[in-house]
């Protein structure tokens, strides 16, 4: 069975080891990034497919990601409430960090990303 692939960016260590394990416990295979820059170096590598994106807002709400595979699901995490993320994600959770929330978003992300299908 193909393990979806998520491309985790958050310059906290211990937040991402934390959704790592989360994710990796339920299946999914997990490539850390801790800024844009390394996300991006990823992300450029032809033999990596990325099914999905969860990525850190810049702590000032800003959620600007490059437009490199906009067919890619995007998930935000933000300190902030929804109402002062700007528009431009998939869908949006605020910290602290809730396994089970994070499972059932991340699903239903990968869910819409492929018209609904199961």
Same mark, same amino acid.
């Given at each position: ?10 310059? %906290?260590?211990?937040? +991402? /080891? ?11 295979? #997990?490539? %850390? ?5 390394? /996300?991006?170096?990823?992300?450029? /590598? &032809?033999?990596?497919? !990325?099914?999905?994106? !969860? ?7 800003? #959620?600007?990601?490059?437009? *490199? ?26 910290? &602290? ?9 991340? /699903? *239903?992300?990968? +869910? ?7």
């Amino acid at each position: 069975m193909y393990r979806k692939t998520i491309l985790l960016v958050d310059p %906290e260590v211990q937040r +991402r /080891a934390q959704i790592r394990y989360t994710l990796a416990l339920h299946g999914y295979f #997990v490539l %850390e990034a801790a800024c844009v820059g390394d /996300a991006k170096t990823i992300w450029s /590598a &032809p033999e990596i497919s !990325i099914d999905l994106v !969860i990525r850190d807002t810049d702590g000032d709400g800003s #959620v600007e990601w490059p437009e *490199w595979r906009p067919c890619v699901p995007l998930l935000l995490l933000s300190q902030f409430s929804q109402s002062q993320v700007e528009s431009g994600s998939d869908d949006f959770w605020s910290l &602290p960090f809730d396994p089970e929330r994070l499972l059932l978003q991340v /699903a *239903w992300a990968l +869910r819409s990303a492929r018209g609904g299908s199961t």
